[in-house]
């Protein structure tokens, strides 16, 4: 498979402050990536490298294969949509002007806009001057533009910003069949894991200017099995097993929480807890969501 | 009131006022420099001439100066979408307020740079012409009159419009008609407020074909001009209050 | 690619009112200009040459810079508002490309204007002064040079009003530029200052051509400081980060 985006050691700095260091991203074909950290972790300052609208301090992006510099800027950016930051637009002139614009500076077919605007459910709303839309009209104005000429990659910096609930899905929906119905890749920032989870299929996470982690979902979601809750009739005979056995574990009333364990483990413990009187009355095992992770990963913590 | 005008200063912060301020009176002064100052015969008139010449300066680069200003004020606004929130924060009458205090204050230093200009052509160039304190005294507060009254008039445009061409092409508009009326009949001249630096002015010319040579004499100051202006300026005021009150965001 | 540029340059002007600057400040020029030869025909030669400096003198001389530093300004300030140096400089659009189209558009405005001032001058001398004739050619002419001329202040205000986000300040500015142009041309250093060379190339405060047998250094000049001043543009496109905001 081959990558459509790629960095290699990728750093922007402002003064002595990293905005991105040594970045090394790797998005695949045909997926949507989904590059997620906390506000200011360098996701935009990134997505703009990649767009060559600022120059990297070091490192190289690189974008369907080729390396984005002054000579393939225009070749790359032709086959490219994206959504930078804010949706932009002209405020004195109406959605379907400002689409003509971009369309115009594309060299795409002019039809296309009728596309894209049903695409968006802009369609009503297209006479209307962008100065009166509201910033969920807004951001889906930017996506319109970003789709004008069905591009391979589109990047999204937080598209679903401002849109309501009903909106999200549809975003979600839309970017989700991108892949699959027009071969494109989408790589799309977000600060919340969670709000990914069910369209991404490679995940980026992103803070302080460092990947921390990069991989497919579910390779993350390993990660999410978390502690075993084993509930006790007799939790001060469990605890004291544990003790004389050299198992760490935490009371919490009438349950002990256990650290993450195989299953076979498992099994033999509750048999042992058993035997020993304790009283097995429940065992269960936290998921830890994704959400949790994540925040451990920003904070710096291990995922355990 | 004075966390408000705190906040204004704020948002002047890194905005560069201070040099464009100064630059309007810089430019103002370059320009009355080249008359011809250091002329013997022109000695004996010299504060006059200096005041004269600067009634024409000031009708042409006051105008767009105070448009540049007023629309530099509000602009911040604009670019920042900031009226919603601010609207929220402080009542509408004190965001004009204080946008008026700090305009005024900006305003007021091209006037003075030209009070502190004559001053100090008169020294570099020794005019021999006793100096008139009343009469230079008389021609600050009418610049400054005339200033303001342009300066609220743009603020007004800027707040209104948003899009700042109107503003910004009044002041050029302004800036050519003002010295236009400057050759025209005074009947003329006295319709257009802008152009009351000159309708203003406490000195005529008389300027001798043969001999090449303008004379100044004082004519009695125009009480009724100045005003004319300060009650204008107070409208524009009202209207530029209204204004804010009843815009919507 | 400079068509598409263009276009949307175009689509971009629409409902921004700032025509109606170009077309009032000519206007009123000419009629400040006709009222002050009448007015004056007792010390003026009669004819059209005069009454083209009459037209033409402080409109050229302090007014047509300003004029067209908001007019670039505006140009700018599109781009300066609402994020949108992200979008322009990711389309597929070569960055020369972009700023090429915007000198041309605002260079088609300022030759419109001159064929607009030259059509009042024609208007106004010809059913309001009653002159005999038709005016000579080379007064056209001029006003076409006139575009040459400003052409250095368009490219320079280009790179000024990309640079400074204040949406004002360039103005006064050009203004400032006038009123030393002014002194320039008195000092026969007009050559040297890209905001005099409009009311030279214009011809508009004297009624012998000032540019005759100087025809040459003219067009250089307006050549050079068109051309430094696109070189700079150029310079600071491809080498500044892209701020949106």
Not at chain 1, 75 to 86: D, F, H, K, P, V
Not at chain 1, 252 to 276: F, G, H, Y
């Amino acid at each position: 498979m081959q990558n459509v985006i790629e960095t290699q050691g990728l750093c922007k700095t402002y003064g002595n402050h990293f905005a991105v260091q040594q970045l090394d991203l790797a998005v695949p074909e045909g997926c949507v990536y989904g590059f997620i950290g906390p506000n200011g972790a360098g996701k935009s300052t990134t997505m703009k490298m990649l767009l060559g609208l600022i120059a990297p301090s070091a490192g190289k992006v690189l974008l369907l294969g080729k390396e984005m510099n002054p000579r393939n800027r225009l070749a790359l950016l032709r086959q490219t949509g994206s959504l930078i930051e804010s949706p932009s637009g002209y405020g004195h002139l109406t959605g379907q002007e400002n689409l003509e614009i971009v369309a115009g500076l594309k060299g795409v077919d002019h039809r296309e806009i009728d596309r894209v605007l049903e695409v968006v459910h802009l369609t009503d709303a297209r006479h209307r001057k962008l100065r009166q839309y509201s910033l969920g009209m807004r951001q889906r104005l930017g996506i319109a533009q970003a789709l004008l000429g069905s591009p391979k990659l589109l990047i999204l910096d937080e598209p679903t910003n401002g849109l309501d609930p009903a909106g999200i899905q549809e975003m979600r929906s839309l970017i989700g069949e991108m892949p699959a119905r027009c071969g494109t890749t989408v790589l799309i920032s977000s600060h919340l894991l969670g709000e990914m989870e069910q369209l991404v299929q490679q995940v980026g996470i992103l803070n302080q200017g460092k990947l921390l982690f990069q991989g497919p979902l579910a390779q993350l979601q390993q990660h999410s099995r978390g502690d075993v809750l084993l509930r006790l009739l007799y939790p001060q005979r469990g605890l004291q097993w544990m003790a004389d056995n050299g198992i760490r574990c935490r009371r919490e009333n009438d349950t002990l929480v256990l650290p993450p364990m195989e299953e076979d483990a498992l099994a033999q413990l509750v048999q042992a807890l058993a035997a020993r009187g304790a009283g097995v009355v429940g065992v269960a095992t936290r998921t830890r969501s994704l959400e949790e992770i994540f925040l451990r990963l920003t904070e710096g913590k291990e995922v355990a | 009131m004075a966390v408000c005008l705190w906040a204004e200063l704020k948002k002047a912060h890194r905005r560069h006022d201070l040099p464009v301020v100064l630059g309007i009176g810089v430019l103002a002064l370059c320009w009355a420099n080249t008359m011809k100052l250091s002329d013997p015969a022109s000695l004996a008139y010299g504060y006059s001439m200096v005041l004269y010449g600067l009634s024409i300066v000031n009708a042409v680069v006051m105008p767009l100066s105070m448009a540049v200003l007023g629309s530099r004020l509000w602009d911040v606004e604009v670019r920042g979408s900031a009226c919603k929130l601010l609207y929220t924060l402080q009542s509408r009458g004190s965001l004009f307020g204080a946008k008026v205090a700090l305009g005024f204050a900006e305003v007021l230093v091209a006037p003075l740079m030209e009070l502190a200009g004559t001053l100090a052509f008169g020294r570099i160039y020794r005019f021999t012409e006793p100096l008139s304190p009343a009469a230079l005294g008389w021609f600050f507060f009418c610049t400054l009159a005339v200033n303001a009254l342009l300066f609220f008039f743009e603020l007004m445009l800027s707040l209104f419009f948003e899009n700042q061409v109107p503003a910004l092409g009044c002041g050029v508009l302004f800036s050519m008609t003002g010295l236009f009326a400057m050759f025209m009949p005074p009947a003329f001249t006295r319709l257009l407020p802008w152009a009351y630096y000159a309708v203003t002015l406490s000195v005529g010319m008389v300027y001798d074909e043969s001999t090449r040579i303008s004379t100044f004499y004082p004519i009695p100051y125009p009480v009724w001009a100045l005003a004319v202006v300060v009650a204008l300026c107070g409208l524009v005021l009202m209207a530029g209050w209204r204004l804010v009150r009843r815009k919507e965001v | 690619m400079l068509r598409c540029c263009i276009a949307a340059e175009n689509r971009k002007l629409r409902r921004a009112l700032i025509w109606a600057v170009f077309l009032l400040l000519p206007l009123l020029a000419g009629v400040y200009g006709t009222v002050n030869y009448l007015q004056n025909l007792e010390i003026l030669t009669p004819g059209w040459y005069n009454l083209w400096t009459q037209h033409t003198l402080f409109y050229s001389l302090f007014f047509f810079a300003p004029m067209t530093a908001l007019y670039t300004a505006y140009l700018w300030r599109l781009e300066h508002l609402g994020h949108n140096w992200n979008l322009i400089m990711t389309v597929p659009v070569p960055r020369f490309d972009l700023y090429l189209g915007k000198f041309l558009v605002a260079w088609k405005m300022v030759l419109l204007t001159q064929l607009w001032v030259f059509a009042l001058f024609v208007l106004f001398g010809k059913l309001w002064v009653g002159l005999p004739g038709w005016p000579p050619a080379e007064i056209l002419f001029w006003a076409v040079r006139g575009t040459l001329g400003g052409a250095a202040v368009i490219a320079l205000h280009l790179v000024i009003s990309m640079l400074i986000r204040s949406f004002a300040a360039p103005i006064l500015l050009a203004l400032a530029g006038g009123v030393l142009g002014a002194y320039f041309a008195n000092e026969n250093l007009g050559l040297f200052w890209p905001y005099a060379l409009m009311m030279s190339g214009m011809n508009s405060n004297r009624a012998e051509d000032l540019l005759d047998g100087r025809m040459g250094p003219f067009l250089l000049a307006c050549l050079v400081w068109t051309l430094l001043a696109f070189a700079a543009g150029w310079l600071l496109l491809n080498r500044r980060d892209v701020r949106s905001e």
